[in-house]
């Protein structure tokens, strides 16, 4: 699906079986506790930190789709189109990084 799509998509789901949007201060705070529960899985799988019971049935893949979804209320609330906002962005950073990259000898 597109980006557009799933800007539609949630949109339609909030309306029909989620009643409203929670306001965009609840949902920013619910867009960072979801970023935890990413970086709880990452520092366990990546990391040093081993796994403990209550992590049991936790996939990245959820996590990373509850950030998105709620990414996607955010903006859907705010009027963004994340489309448009991807677009200008991938501009914004290919102007300013055209080189910067090449030239980092860390990266190599």
Known sequence: MTIKEAQEKVDKWISTIGVRYFSE???????????GEVARIISRKYGEQSFKDSDTGKELADELADVLWVLICIANQTGVDLSDALEKNFEKKSNR????????????
């Open 25 to 35: 201060l609840t949902n920013m705070a619910i867009l960072i506790e979801e970023v």
């Open 97 to 108: 990084d055209k080189n910067r990259h090449k030239q980092n000898k860390k990266l190599f």
